[in-house]
């Protein structure tokens, strides 16, 4: 009788639990059509979605609880910031899942430290699991962005031909996401798109911008913008600056590749007191547990934070030393 009554009373609020999250998710979700497509195109950070697609987008529209996570701090800068570097990494995830996700991994770093290792090792584990999202956005990010920067040379040459041929801006832009590979052909269709949606063409280079933190796409906008305004040969404006792009990553390539060695350096010197410390724990797990012992912790945890605190000076100081600006 008891263990029904139990049953009956969890399936009872499971039950009001739902009735919350469908009408916390309905009001929250009260948006129209025109508005819903037209926050695909807009500059907070979103990403393009194509007609190849669009059964993929309604799907994720129809799942209440994407689209509850998906409404969680909107309208925040917090949310407005994660929103952008998600887009600028290509990471097809809304803020709402990207801090779910970074939870869930600290939940599950954390449980399983705890359950094999102990509270302390739950701790860590969870501290890594938290900072892996955020590391992986970075690192995908970068990596664009490099990928873009090493397109505009041709980005630029093609736009030169197609205006010199005698097409329009716009025209020449759409040659670009049509004829180049992704990611500049995807961000310039996206240009393209926002401009037939009726958004002006200065608008829209600057969402392209947010969106491509580069300074050598930051001089190409600009020169766009100054010929609208002035006039002149937009043709020879992007030559000249296709040299220049050129050049600088030719440049950029030579220190890269003269600092290597520097930069290996500093990361194998970094990571080798982690990797003997995980060794040691493996190997004669007491001895490092001297470090937390109550006895030993009043000296061992303050020269675990000095050794942290070294390491990462020292990171930083090598990666002031070969990061170059041209």
Same mark, same amino acid.
């Given at each position: ?16 639990l739902?009735?919350?999250?469908g009408?916390?998710?309905?009001? &929250? ?8 497509? &037209? ?13 190849a ?5 309604q ?14 701090g909107?309208g ?9 570097? &998600? ?8 803020? =709402?899942?990207?801090?779910?996700a970074?939870?869930?991994?600290a939940? &599950? ?17 969870? #501290?890594?699991?938290?900072?892996l ?11 664009r ?16 031909n ?10 020449a ?19 393209? @798109?926002?401009? @037939? ?18 300074e ?10 100054? @010929?609208?305004?002035v =006039? ?7 030559d000249?600056?296709s ?17 290597a ?11 080798m ?5 995980g ?6 797990r ?21 050794? =942290?605190?070294?390491?990462s000076?020292?990171? #930083? ?10």
């Open positions: 009788m008891e263990v029904s009554q139990s049953a009956f009373i969890l399936v009872g609020g499971l039950g009001v739902l009735l919350i999250v009408a916390v998710v309905s009001i &929250l979700g009260r948006r129209s059509v025109v508005e819903e497509r &037209l926050g695909r195109y807009s500059e907070s950070g979103g990403l393009i979605v194509d007609r697609v669009e059964d993929e987008f799907e994720e529209r129809s799942n209440p609880i994407r689209e509850f996570l998906s409404r969680l909107e925040t800068d917090r949310y407005a910031t994660i929103s952008q570097n &998600l887009a600028r990494a290509d990471i097809k995830l809304r803020p =709402g899942e990207y801090m779910a970074r939870v869930l991994l939940a &599950l770093g954390g449980v399983l430290g705890t359950v094999f290792e102990g509270l302390l090792m739950g701790v860590l584990l969870a #501290a890594v699991g938290s900072f999202p955020p590391l992986y956005v970075r690192r995908a990010r970068g990596a962005l490099k990928e873009f920067d090493n397109q505009l040379g041709d980005m630029l040459n093609l736009m030169v197609g205006l010199r041929a005698g097409y329009s801006t716009l025209m832009m759409e040659a670009v996401s049509k004829e180049l590979a992704p990611p500049i052909a995807d961000e310039f269709r996206r240009v393209v @798109q926002e401009i @037939q949606l009726g958004i002006p063409l200065e608008e829209a280079l600057e969402h392209l911008l947010r969106r491509i933190d580069s050598d796409l930051d001089m190409v906008i600009t020169a766009i913008n100054v @010929q609208r305004e =006039g002149g040969n937009l043709a020879e404006i992007f000249g600056i040299h220049t792009i050129r050049e600088r990553v030719r440049i950029r390539g030579e220190i890269q590749a003269l600092t060695m520097g930069r290996a350096t500093a990361w194998v010197i970094s990571i007191p982690l990797a003997l410390v060794a040691l724990f493996l190997i004669n007491p001895y490092v547990m001297q470090f937390f012992n109550p006895e030993t912790r009043g000296c061992g945890i303050p020269m675990l934070i000095v050794t =942290g605190i070294m390491v000076t020292g990171i #930083a100081i090598v990666q002031k030393i070969v990061n170059i600006d041209i």
